[in-house]
């Protein structure tokens, strides 16, 4: 049962334009959710995360936004630029601890 | 200051043979998570220490798996006997106490298995 889930394997987007991936959830017991960014050979780092008292937080070039109702997140990323290239996980803590991670999305931004 | 630690960073081995992954929290931080990501996937929880300490360990196959936390600071992650299966990355992370809503989780390199 995939609780967190990322439809898109993979995304191309040039740079300077908007980057947006999404995340869907099943769980309605979720409510705090993280996104992680995956270099090839290192481990996943922290991006952003959202409450979901929230439906909108902003960081810098990264937004992430939170519709309860369709349990569905995206991030948006503008200007996208070439080191944005990553693996994108969606992330959310079951029962305060434990991160269940979705399947990834694949981002390239080629100038 | 260094970030979680492992080693070895690959390893491949004949399927039936034991394997070891050990792991460097960042200092100061008691618990300590191992994760297991396959090809194409996110990570997946195996074991998460509070100190020395298991606290969950539900997702650990205990047949081949076992991890040890002996002073509550490293830990070593064993499959005995690996299974073509097993070939994944295994990730290590670490945080302070408390929920992750509020306590980063900082994650390893990871160490990528190849069972042959």
């Known amino acids: 049962d995939q609780q967190v889930k990322q439809n898109s394997p993979s995304l191309s987007v040039q740079e300077g334009r908007i980057s947006i991936l999404n995340c869907d959830y099943t769980?309605?017991?979720?409510?705090?959710f993280l996104w992680y960014k995956k270099y090839p050979a290192e481990g996943p780092t922290f991006l952003i995360s959202?409450?979901?008292?929230?439906d909108k937080n902003e960081d810098g070039r990264f937004t992430v936004f939170l519709n309860k109702s369709a349990k569905h997140l995206s991030l948006h990323i503008v200007p996208s630029q070439p080191g944005d290239s990553a693996v994108y996980f969606c992330?959310?803590?079951?029962?305060?601890?434990?991160?269940?991670f979705g399947t990834g999305t694949r981002l390239q931004v080629f100038p | 200051e260094a970030g979680v630690v492992q080693s070895p960073r690959y390893k491949i081995i004949e399927k039936k043979q034991p394997v070891a992954f050990w792991c460097n929290p960042i200092?100061?931080?008691?618990?300590l998570y191992w994760y297991l990501q396959n090809l194409g996937q996110g990570p997946e929880l195996l074991i998460r220490?509070?100190?020395?300490?298991?606290?969950?360990d539900s997702q650990l196959p205990k047949d081949r798996f076992s991890a040890e936390r002996l002073k509550g600071v490293d830990s070593t992650l064993k499959i005995q006997p690996a299974e073509l299966g097993d070939s994944a990355v295994y990730l290590c992370?670490?945080?302070?106490?408390?929920?992750?809503?509020?306590?980063?989780?900082?994650f390893g390199p990871g160490t990528r298995l190849t069972v042959l």
């Open positions: 959202i409450s979901s008292i929230k």
């Open positions: 992330a959310a803590p079951h029962r305060t601890d434990k991160l269940i």
């Open positions: 992370a670490s945080s302070l106490d408390g929920p992750v809503s509020y306590n980063e989780q900082f």
């Open positions: 769980n309605s017991m979720f409510d705090y």
């Open positions: 220490y509070e100190n020395e300490e298991a606290v969950d």
């Open positions: 200092s100061g931080h008691n618990t």
